[in-house]
């Protein structure tokens, strides 16, 4: 059933139900002298290239790639338009390597046509802190498909990965693969109702009007919480404790230290945002949480072309209620001009959802792990990690 899968050093169906298999790492590493050192092959008439994302004309290519290519949902009206700073940002964190960005050209007319990134990464699996690869932005153009081009792609990023010396990945796909560690549900919150169900995002419910859902979405002009402002470099040493602390709760979940809470927190504009709540009395941060920016294209709508969404990322409540928290994350995303704010159903956000009026989404997000084994599903609950 799945001819690539199959092969590879990943959980197998089959596997499920047997409970003897020990957990941990399903291949031991190899010496590195052991590891391919030339590229896989393509087909003649393309080539490996490492993708320069600081150059500006290399990032518009890739943003134009995945802007016509990448993600849509099931029914095609909408596609992920990730922006070349959101790329940029995403692809350089502390310790990235140029070589795990990968493209694939036409050798003749030097066309971008396929793109996969792996990015560094200390996750957390029970006990154990594992280097491993984050995998992203596989994206094999509309005109390449089905060629079993994607297959080649993995095996390259692997190799390069392998060659650092790291022999884990975690990745997430809207398709079941052998085998998730867990499936989570996206939700989402109406913040401008009116235009998403004008571009058929959401549906008027039964015996709702248009007036009467907007009343119901309606939200405060300002956050409610004292205290609650924009994070600042300066409180990179407190949102590192809390989130570590936080993290601590999960079965998989990032290492984070300051330098990656200064990368992935820090609010970066139109990419990241990030709040805290500061205590009026000690000035101490007792709060925070975080939103990513990452708009999807409307395909084929009259009116409109772009959808806002923002994107729950890491939120940790101490001292003031998580739902108020949450609210004030709305509010703040509202003036921001967000159409619809998301959440997974992962770490703590269950005790939001419903509350602040999300509803769930269509279809499923599934985490992976590659080369790593662990004993049984989890309940998206028990993930403390969001991939972009
Ligand atoms: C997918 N999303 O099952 P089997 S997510 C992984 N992730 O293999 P072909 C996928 N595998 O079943 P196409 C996959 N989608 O026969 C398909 N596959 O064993 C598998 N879409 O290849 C599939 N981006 O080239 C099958 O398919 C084989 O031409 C078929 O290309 C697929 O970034 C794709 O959704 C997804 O651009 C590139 O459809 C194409 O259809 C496309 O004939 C729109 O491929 C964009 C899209 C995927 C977003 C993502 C995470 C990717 C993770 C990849 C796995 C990483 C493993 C870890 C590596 C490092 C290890 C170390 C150490
Ligand atoms: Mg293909």
Redesign the pocket.
Known sequence: ????????P?GQFKDLRDTSLPEGPIEPPTPLSEVKQEPYNLPNLYEWVTCDMNSEETCLEVYNLLSN????DDENMFRFNYSKEFLQWALHPPGYFKTWHIGVRVKSSKKLV?F???IPAKIRVQNEIIT??E????????K???????????KE??RR??LEN??????????V??TPITSCQYWHRSLNPKKLIDVGFSRLGPRMTMSRTMKLYKLPDSPLTPGFRKMELRDVPSVTRLLKTYLLEFVVAPDFDEMDVEHWIVPKEGVVDSFVVESQETHEVTDFCSFYSLPSSILGHPNHSNLKAAYSYYNVATKTPLIQLMNDALIVAKQMDFDVFNALDVMHNEGFLKELKYGPGDGKLHY?L??YRIKSMLRSSELGLVLL
């Open positions: 059933r799945h001819k690539f899968w199959e092969t590879q990943v290519n990448y993600v849509e396929a996969i990134t792996g491993m690869a995998v992203n932005f596989l994206c094999v153009h509309k390449l498909r089905s060629k079993r081009l994607a297959p080649v792609m993995i990023v692997t990965v392998h790291i022999w884990q990945a975690a990745y997430t796909a809207g398709v693969l052998p992976y590659y080369n």
